[in-house]
């Protein structure tokens, strides 16, 4: 069943197209990434497909009984509106569909009685009605809606006490996580989801992860969160120069296939052009000659050919992110002793905070919201004076802050201006222009006054600012805010290649497991005092977390198994069906799945071979067939491994 559709979109503003000839079917069980560089209008199709905004050509079909729903961008409630009531705005459906299954049941009850009234056809139509109705309440769980009211506002980060609470003393990150909670237990059919992880901590982006992946429902979610696409995702739009391309797969199966197809058009190219070359060359030696037949039979095998050139691949242009060499510290950089600091007297963000950080660490900073992770940072840097404690730097260190909020960049100054360091006025303009083409800022768009620039811009010409301080030690807080996945990408690889020391708070687990070498955790759950040193990256991190939560497991199961079962208990080592990962494929053994894709996997080889013999590339036809081939066979593979990952994990 086909639950939406886009048939032949075009959008366009003033008389540029954003995008044109979008089509696409949305079926249940998608989950759709929609990825694409900032600009090329995600969100502007998430609109259309909500039914907020309007194409200038084309249209979006749905079903007659498909429920689409998006994330609100910006909260308007009703101030003296409390969590608890605007959560349950989400369930307005649900109770709607309560309402009607009573009035149905009664209509039914009394069918058969004297003033009825209702004959045959009338009667089929309620029972169908009511058999449908009683279907989606199932679907939405509504024998269980308090319980799924608690999960979600408890997933997100709120606590009992917040329920009752008006939104006007919530925060605007937490009013966005209240209209994320209302979509989510909205359940539609389809849900359109738009940079869902904003606001969101870590810990509440792993729930929001697992709560995702668990929904029967279709979804489409924008999102520059790498880790979040591949747990999430089972199919990825790439929408780039106004077209829009379907992968099959999550998100790291997307950026492989892409390369691939990349790759495999490139060489066909190639190839494709020697064999043009050679028939050329030919032609022009004995068009006139003893082999004229033998020419004019290469200039109509040139016409195929040539009908047949597989264009290059139009890549997706990455900012070429650089940091210079940095200066040399001494060994020790920051040296902080038992550093304490909050705003509410008796409660503090961070207590005893002792750390050393050496030239050459890559330190990153993680912890819940609201746990003082800026607060540090600002500490740190001497901008907050700690309560308690003292921070020491080393010799020669010269500091470079990102913030978040991009409050250091002067907004009545255009991008070049903003560029230029204040205490070096021999950094020329041109090499500031320089410096922002690199960091993707090109064009007029450096003589932009900083104050008119979207999000993203800003955040590269912050990235261009620090850049061309020629610092040793970056602290940085959020620096991939704003940031598509091509222009983080290029700022994890510059980073890696910073030989400078760097400190800094991301959100972004894939980030902070290409970027740091150790993470300091500033959470009351790892223990007294509140915070703790890790040796590793987010991942070694997560690593050790499981261990001492297994462990603790262990010791409890331990602990109960020393204690007489009641009588009346019963003991079960089978996972709820709830709590198990649901089957998206039939069941097959995994050496079956396995057998399947060596098979595939050397037909594959056999084509990509046909690909470079000149035989096959003279005959257009044949190349096409081939490269089409191809194409189904890598979509083919990517099922496959997802079936046998499926096998290996439930079977």
Request: net charge negative; aromatic share 8%.
């Amino acid at each position: 069943m086909i639950l939406l559709s886009a048939r032949d979109l075009l959008r366009q503003f003033d008389t540029d197209p954003v995008f044109a000839g979008l089509n696409f079917d949305v079926r249940p069980g998608d989950r759709i990434g929609l990825v694409g560089p900032n600009g090329t209008g995600k969100s502007t199709l998430m609109k259309i497909l909500a039914g907020v905004d309007e194409p200038d050509v084309g249209q979006v079909e749905k079903h007659s009984t498909c429920d689409v729903a998006m994330l609100e961008q910006e909260a308007k409630f009703d101030d003296e509106q409390t969590l608890i009531a605007e959560a349950k705005v989400g369930l307005r459906h649900l109770y709607e569909l309560q309402d009607e299954a009573l009035r149905l049941a009664d209509q039914i009850a009394h069918e058969h009685s004297d003033d009825a009234n209702i004959d045959a056809k009338e009667s089929e139509r309620l029972h169908k009605r009511y058999d449908f109705v009683q279907h989606e309440l199932d679907r939405l769980d509504a024998h269980h809606i308090d319980h799924r009211v608690d999960e979600v506002l408890d997933g997100l980060g709120f606590q009992r006490a917040d329920y009752d609470r008006p939104l006007r003393t919530f925060s605007g990150g937490q009013q966005n996580r209240v209209l994320l909670a209302r979509v989510l237990l909205r359940s539609p059919n389809v849900m359109l989801l738009d940079e869902p992880t904003n606001h969101l901590d870590i810990s509440a982006t792993e729930w929001l992860e697992d709560y995702l992946s668990r929904c029967d429902q279709a979804m489409i979610v924008v999102s520059h969160d790498r880790y979040f696409l591949d747990k999430v995702t089972n199919r990825i739009f790439e929408m780039f120069r106004g077209k829009l391309t379907d992968y099959p797969g999550n998100f790291s199966q997307y950026w492989k296939l892409r390369e691939e197809r990349n790759e495999l058009a490139r060489k066909t190219n190639a190839a494709q052009m020697e064999e043009k070359t050679k028939l050329e060359e030919f032609i022009r030696k004995h068009i006139a000659g003893n082999k004229t037949t033998q020419a004019q039979d290469r200039v109509k095998k040139l016409e195929r050919l040539e009908a047949s050139i597989v264009d290059l691949p139009q890549e997706i242009p990455r900012p070429r992110i650089q940091f210079g060499s940095a200066s040399r510290t001494g060994d020790i950089v920051i040296d902080a002793n038992n550093l304490s600091k909050g705003f509410v007297p008796g409660q503090p963000l961070f207590r005893d905070v002792t750390l050393r950080v050496n030239r050459g660490d890559r330190i990153g900073l993680l912890g819940p919201n609201g746990s003082g992770k800026t607060t540090l940072l600002r500490t740190l840097l001497g901008e907050l004076k700690p309560d308690s404690g003292q921070v020491r730097f080393g010799t020669n260190v010269k500091l470079a802050y990102y913030d978040q909020q991009l409050n250091s960049l002067p907004t009545d100054l255009d991008a070049v201006n903003a560029v230029r360091p204040s205490d070096n006025p021999d950094f020329a303009p041109a090499k500031a222009r320089d410096l922002l083409a690199q960091f993707g800022v090109r064009g007029d768009m450096v003589f932009q006054l900083v104050s008119t620039m979207s999000g993203g811009e800003k955040s590269r010409v912050a990235l261009a600012k620090l850049s061309a301080m020629n610092a040793n030690v970056f602290i940085l807080d959020e620096p991939t805010n704003h940031l598509d996945l091509w222009a983080r990408a290029s700022l994890e690889e510059a980073l890696t290649k910073f030989d400078g020391t760097l400190l800094f708070v991301s959100h972004d687990r894939y980030f902070l497991d290409q970027v740091a070498s150790n993470v300091i955790v500033l959470d009351p759950a790892v223990g007294d005092p509140g915070w703790k040193f890790f040796e590793g990256n987010y991942s070694a991190f997560v690593a050790f977390r499981k261990a001492i939560a297994a462990e603790m497991s262990g010791r409890k199961l331990i602990a109960e198994s020393r204690q007489p079962l009641s009588p009346f208990s019963e003991s079960s080592n089978t996972p709820s069906v709830s709590s198990r990962r649901k089957r998206q494929y039939p069941y097959r053994q995994a050496a079956d799945i396995e057998s399947d894709i060596a098979s595939a996997e050397a037909e594959l080889r056999t084509l990509e071979a046909d690909l470079c013999n000149p035989d096959v590339l003279r005959d257009g036809r044949r190349v096409k067939e081939v490269m089409t081939a191809a194409e189904q066979l890598k979509s083919d593979l990517a099922r496959l491994y997802e079936h046998w990952e499926e096998a290996v994990e439930l079977n």
